[in-house]
């Protein structure tokens, strides 16, 4: 089994009132499961770089009547490339992102920039291998342990793992 949106949402234990951006939303998968967790009083961002996905998940929230999601076209490889404010989130989705993201330094230091101080979190799901051609090749898979050091070495603390984030992925949540 891949990835499942819904089943890793539920484990990030979203509240009613959270402020909470995915970062890389593609599809929007997790903007459309978490919106409804966080509730009217909280909000969600789908931040990033392709804007055709943006519109795609701004009409899709529209069609749904899903007045907390907010569309963000951003550079996450770039501090300040979000354009949300500082210390302003509860909590950050990145996944199947990092494998994709040249400047991973850059991209951990937005995450934490974002994030409130003390309590925010950020979930990491990322691809563990590469499966029968889907998924990225092997040369750019973030290792679980290379992906936990970039975060720690940049003043993270593991909060835990995400168990059974997917056959093929693993999850982690770190706390700001």
Not at 142 to 162: P, T
Request: one cysteine or more; hydrophobic letters at 40%.
């Amino acid at each position: 089994m891949f990835t499942n949106p819904q089943k890793n949402a539920e484990s990030f234990q979203l509240m009613p009132g959270m402020y909470v951006a995915d970062f890389g939303a593609g599809s929007g998968f997790y903007v459309f499961t978490c919106s409804p967790m966080v509730g009217e009083n909280g909000k969600i961002y789908a931040v990033d770089i392709q804007k055709d996905v943006l519109s795609t998940i701004s009409n899709e929230a529209d069609k749904k009547n899903l007045h907390n999601v907010e569309v963000i076209w951003g550079d996450l490889e770039k501090v300040g490339g979000s354009r949300l404010s500082d210390n302003s989130l509860d909590f950050v989705i990145a996944s199947n992102i990092l494998f994709q993201v040249e400047a991973k330094e850059s991209f951990v230091n937005e995450v934490k920039r974002v994030l409130k101080p003390g309590k925010g979190r950020v979930a990491v799901i990322d691809w563990r291998d590469s499966f029968g051609g889907l998924g990225p090749e092997n040369k750019a898979i973030v290792s679980k342990d290379i992906c936990k050091n970039l975060f720690l070495n940049s003043g993270f603390d593991l909060d835990r793992e995400v168990s059974d984030s997917g056959a093929h992925h693993y999850g982690l949540i770190f706390r700001r």
